[in-house]
């Protein structure tokens, strides 16, 4: 089955004025009816992508097609996307319904048709009843509720979310996750969502752009970036890691701690630097013996459902182990970890890069 891409940036460059590119060169698809989301640090881009597809700003360089349509000059009202912003955005002069009703009033749709629209879409987000509340008499919570509704009641193709829940506490924002992804569900419709929140992004997402310094670094299924992350900033920003340097000695081969193990990884130069990545939950404290690096433990907290445990090995690397087994302050332990818990990564290897270099690879394994 062939792709339903909805919207496609092709080499898209933006720069503000004369000043530097906040997006660079940057080319992606999105498909139909997906979760997806722009996942970064501030300053990276993210509010800039919504803003060139919402039709608020046009791109310096390069084109955004729609529906296969080149799309960079049509005016923000003619484009089938409604945006939901971090700060709502509500009409606080407004009751509920209003804020809702607002969009159809501006297309002079019949009272009566904009009392069931705005109807279904209150009940979507669970706030049947409250139409003739103030903005102000709502919580946090509810006032992101009624911004949906009002995204949603124009039946756009694609709804663009900025960190629609950053203003949320915890046990709330919690909830929010579930609600907007159950929402994106029924509804069918193209989500894109902006957070700088990993965890966010890993639980909500069924695709994930991993965006810094107005690049995206890595794109893919929330285990694919967290299982095999690309590079330094994608394994450091997507959760905790170890990342210590090492070098390839040969295929499956890797040096590191000052020692060598097996590993998965192949493709490199011989002897090449590297990155190494191995997760915290990857880690198994064992007797010094039987682990494959010997470490001594420098501190100790308790999680919950389990015990991160700070560890250094005789080079001075830190290593972090998630474990259910308790250490104690100042042991001497061994850590075991199987050959596919390496993860080698290439120095500051772009996408484009790791892509080439394994298509590359495979070329010469098929060759042999
Ligand atoms: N209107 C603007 N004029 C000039 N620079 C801007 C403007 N909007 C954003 N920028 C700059 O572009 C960069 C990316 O901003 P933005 O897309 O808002 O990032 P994010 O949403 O990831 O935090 C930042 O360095 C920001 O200062
Ligand atoms: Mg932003």
Redesign the pocket.
């Known amino acids: 089955m062939s792709k339903d891409v909805i919207i496609r940036f092709e080499n898209v460059t933006k720069q ?2 004369d ?1 530097p590119a ?1 997006l660079d060169d940057v080319s992606f698809e999105i498909e139909r009816g997906k979760f997806y989301t ?1 996942l ?10 919504l ?1 060139l597809i919402a039709g608020f ?1 046009e791109p310096t360089k390069g084109a955004i097609y729609f529906n296969g349509q080149k799309i960079n000059s049509v005016p923000a009202n003619k484009r089938q996307v409604n945006t939901v912003f971090q700060d709502y955005a509500l009409f606080p002069h407004l009751n509920v319904f209003e804020n809702v009703a607002f969009g159809l009033r501006i297309k002079k749709m019949k009272n009566a048709d904009i009392k069931e629209k705005v109807a279904e879409a209150l009940r979507f987000v669970n706030l049947e009843g409250y139409e003739n509340r103030e903005i102000r008499e709502m919580s946090g919570g509810q006032r992101q509720r009624v911004a949906i509704a009002r995204a949603i009641v124009n039946e756009p193709e694609v709804i663009l979310l ?2 629609p829940l950053s203003a949320l506490d915890l046990k709330l924002r919690t909830e929010m996750q579930y609600e907007l992804r159950e929402l994106q569900r029924r509804l069918g419709i193209t989500f894109i969502f ?1 957070t ?1 929140d990993q965890e966010e992004a890993l639980a909500m997402s069924d695709m994930i752009f991993v ?1 810094n310094k ?1 690049k995206i670094q890595q794109s893919g299924t929330p285990k694919d970036i967290y299982d095999e992350p690309i590079n330094r900033f994608v394994a450091d920003f997507i959760g905790e890691s170890n990342i210590v340097p090492g070098k390839m000695i040969a295929d499956c081969l890797v040096e590191f701690a000052g020692k060598r193990f097996e590993c998965v990884d192949k493709g490199f130069e011989p002897n090449e630097h590297v990155d190494i990545v191995i997760r915290p939950e990857d880690l198994e404290i064992t007797s010094v013996e039987r682990g494959k690096l010997q470490v001594r433990v420098d501190s100790l907290l308790f999680r919950g459902v389990h015990y991160e445990i700070c560890c250094y090995d005789q080079d001075g690397n830190e290593w972090l182990v998630h474990s259910t087994k308790k250490a104690e302050v100042g042991e001497k332990i061994g850590l075991y970890f199987d050959p596919e818990a390496i993860h080698v990564m290439r120095l500051n290897e772009t996408e484009e890069e790791y892509d080439r270099r394994l298509e590359a690879y495979s070329e010469v394994s098929d060759e042999k």
Not at 41 to 48: D, I, N, W
């Open positions: 503000y004025d000043g906040v722009l970064g640090p501030s300053g990276c881009g993210k509010t800039t992508i803003r700003t900025d960190e902006v700088h965006l107005g």
